[in-house]
Every structure is written in structure tokens, then in C-alpha cells.
């Protein structure tokens, strides 16, 4: 089974839905959030608050080599709503595995992030504007480095595992 990388926007289920797939597929799950948050012992936010977003977006990068290097098998990987946008990144999860966008529209990632207080990008201002904001900037991203959309509006997590692994079997 070749690896399987969740892109998104924060909020879009990439975590709960990863690692759900990973049990449907009886692999392994990771995620780069929660790497880094254990390597750094510290959560993100802080990381934002004390280091800034472009030194959190260089331990992405490296995290993506190394797991690159390293020869990733039979893993489910969720990675933060951020990392596709740095181009650099994109073909290292195109060679670490098939990349899956889970697609949602503003209102609801809105609905589903709403109460988060763990969301460092979304700490201050208009949150649904925010949203729109980069999800306009971000969504064009996502679509062009996926190899498989899935829309997440109107499904929920168990129905979206069912379509990735229908997906999965029949390409």
C-alpha cells in the first residue's frame, strides 16, 4: 500500500479522519502537528507566539524531508493546513504518497473550529473572514496538489474514510 497524505484547511477533519483510515487500513497514522508539538515540547500557538509562523513552517519542511528520507510504508499521514502552501513541500508529499484533499466550504470549517483556542491563525479578528481569506488563497493550492478530493461538508468523518478507501481500490 503506497502512503496516503491528508491535505486541508484547519478544520477539515484531517486528524480524526486520518486516523480512522489508518485503523480501516490497519497502518500507521502520523501527523506533523503532533510531531512537532512533541519535539519541541510545546504547543503550536506557542511556537507562533515566541518563534513566528516562518520558523514553524521550516520545522514542516524539515519534518517532510526527514519522514521523506526515511521511507515512510503503509502510513496515513494528516499534516497541517499550511504545509502545502510552501512549494517546496509539495513534491516531497507527492513522493512520500498519494495526497488526499479533504475540501470543506468556510462556514463550515468555521463551525468546526469556531471554539478552538489551539488555532494560532485564527486567535485574533473576524474568524469567518479569516477563513474565507486564506481558503481563497489556500483551496487552489490544495486542489492542484491532490490526487483525490473529497468534499467533507455533508459527510462525516466515517462517511468520508469509506469514500477514500473506495477511492484508494479503485485507482
Do not use: W
Amino acid at each position: 500500500m503506497k502512503n496516503i497524505c491528508l491535505i486541508g484547511y484547519m478544520g477539515s477533519g484531517k486528524t480524526t479522519v486520518g486516523r480512522l483510515l489508518a485503523d480501516a487500513l490497519s497502518c500507521d497514522f502520523e501527523d506533523t502537528d503532533e510531531m512537532i508539538v512533541e519535539r519541541e515540547g510545546r504547543p503550536i500557538s506557542d511556537i507562533f507566539e515566541k518563534e513566528g509562523e516562518p520558523y514553524f513552517r521550516r520545522l514542516e519542511t524539515d519534518l517532510l524531508n526527514e519522514l521523506c528520507d526515511k521511507g515512510l510504508s503503509k502510513t496515513v499521514l494528516s499534516t497541517g493546513g499550511g504545509l502545502p502552501v510552501a512549494e517546496r513541500n509539495r513534491p516531497i508529499l507527492k513522493k512520500i504518497g498519494k495526497v488526499v484533499y479533504l475540501r470543506a466550504e468556510a462556514e463550515s470549517l468555521y463551525m468546526r473550529v469556531k471554539e478552538d483556542k489551539g488555532r494560532p491563525l485564527l486567535e485574533t479578528g473576524d474568524k469567518l473572514k479569516k477563513i474565507r481569506e486564506m481558503l481563497a488563497v489556500r483551496g487552489p493550492i490544495y486542489e492542484v496538489t491532490a490526487d483525490f478530493i473529497i468534499d467533507t461538508d455533508h459527510i462525516d468523518e466515517e462517511q468520508t474514510v469509506k469514500e477514500i478507501v473506495n477511492i484508494l481500490k479503485s485507482s
